[in-house]
């Protein structure tokens, strides 16, 4: 079973900063927060991860909260190509570890 | 990100009939290879991991007959839908584990008739 919570849907304008929440309160302590993007009809995304500090690459930044029970997605400047489900994910940083998918948060940017 | 490339990227077949599906990792080498599947509107479930030069671990429901994995190299693995039925129509990715990322191939559409 998926280990985090997410909203199912959500609408951003065009341009303005896109924040995704994610509860993951039973996380432990050797877990990662993962995100995770899939444009309709495609393969998912990787976007970002993180597992205390807060992270910025270019695509996102990821706020984890000092508990780490959740973590917030932000994409600064949403654009039209941002609309997709995003999926927050927690697991041990190992490559071989398996992801596990909740039903993730369906995000649609409006012009 | 590293790439992840599928063949076919879409496929009708008969019932009755087995399917192939290709999944490469084209710039790295992949110990590990998943394999999901997603229905339409849900999310991707995990059907099984794939490590080169063993056999595939099925998750809990998922038949080892019906879905044939091999992962004969660093770079190759196969999933073969025997039989198929209109049910097994649906839509398969696989991914390849980099060193701390897993990287998704472009999905394959089976639709079977």
């Known amino acids: 079973d998926a280990k985090t919570t997410q909203p199912p849907s959500m609408d951003c304008a065009e341009g303005r900063a896109a924040n995704l929440p994610c509860n993951h309160s039973?996380?432990?302590?050797?877990?990662?927060v993962y995100w995770y993007r899939q444009i309709h009809s495609q393969g998912p995304q990787y976007i970002i991860h993180?597992?205390?500090n807060n992270e910025t690459n270019e695509m996102a930044s990821l706020i984890i909260t000092e508990d780490r029970k959740s973590s917030t997605l932000i994409l600064p400047h949403a654009t039209l190509r941002d609309t997709a489900v995003y999926y927050c994910?927690?697991?041990?940083?190992?490559?071989?570890?398996?992801?596990?998918f909740g039903q993730g948060t369906r995000l649609t940017i409006n012009p | 990100g590293a790439v992840v490339s599928q063949h076919p990227s879409r496929v009708i077949c008969k019932s009755g009939t087995s399917v192939k599906i290709e999944c490469r990792s084209l710039?790295?080498?992949?110990?590990?290879m998943f394999w999901y599947r997603q229905f339409p509107k849900q999310s991707l479930m995990l059907m099984a991991t794939?490590?080169?030069?063993?056999?595939?671990?099925?998750e809990q429901g998922v038949e080892k007959d019906k879905f044939l994995i091999n992962h004969a190299s660093l770079t190759l693995s196969t999933l073969t839908v025997t039989s198929a039925h209109p049910e097994d129509s649906s839509f398969y990715i696989c991914?390849?584990?980099?060193?701390?990322?897993?990287?998704f191939g472009p999905g394959t559409r089976l639709t079977v008739l």
């Open positions: 993180g597992l205390k």
């Open positions: 991914s390849g584990t980099g060193r701390n990322e897993q990287f």
């Open positions: 794939s490590n080169e030069g063993s056999k595939a671990t099925y």
């Open positions: 710039d790295f080498q992949a110990t590990t």
């Open positions: 994910i927690v697991r041990v940083f190992q490559g071989a570890q398996k992801l596990v």
């Open positions: 039973t996380i432990s302590g050797n877990e990662y």
